[in-house]
């Protein structure tokens, strides 16, 4: 039976909120619109960090023009608790390297386990070296992300670095919705691919041929 990450999240706010208790969070993201919804959420609950590490994204305008946005968007958006953000290293090697002997895979599967992993360690090192109370990732608001992988690696990561992972599903309850209608109302940039050279490429021929099509 498949776990309802969306439960286990309101059972342990509910502990959060009943500890009159603001914990800490460090939450990585991928860009401001996936962050939008996530923050809105949670900002009721922790103090967060937001860091945007993503060494997948490709090219280094498009990681800038990214995490110019998730600046933007802090700066821009009300919340109940502090929000900060770490911008991490841009080190484009390092994806190119997990990517190696995937670079065929279709999305969703191997290439992008991979590149969960390599971002969610560098969010529980970077929560254990902080001494965050909490650590997660705002991947799984998008439809094209597994949530259940992201939350098994989530768990593995939280036992080695000794830091507790927020267990979530954050495109449950009209999450992504939630999160296409704040791009619009803070006018965000949305891009139209996940961020590496692979994904860039498989956006580019659905959309020769969708051309075609209508053609």
Known sequence: MAENYQRILDKELQRIADSNRVPTLLLHSCCAPCSSYVLEYLSRYFAITVLYYNPNISPSEEFNRRAEEQQRLINEMPHHHPI????????????????????NDP????RCFA???LRLEEAARAAKDGGFDYFTTTLSISPLKNAAKL???????????GVSYLFSDFKKREGYKRSCQLSVDYELYRQDYCGCIYSKRDAALRNTKKTNNHA
């Open 151 to 161: 939350n098994e690696i989530g768990k593995d990561l939280s036992v080695k670095y």
């Open 107 to 110: 999305e969703g599967g191997e």
């Open 84 to 103: 900060s953000l770490i911008v991490g290293d841009y080190t484009p090697k390092l994806f190119t390297e997990i990517a190696k002997g995937h670079e």
């Open 115 to 117: 590149c969960y992993r």
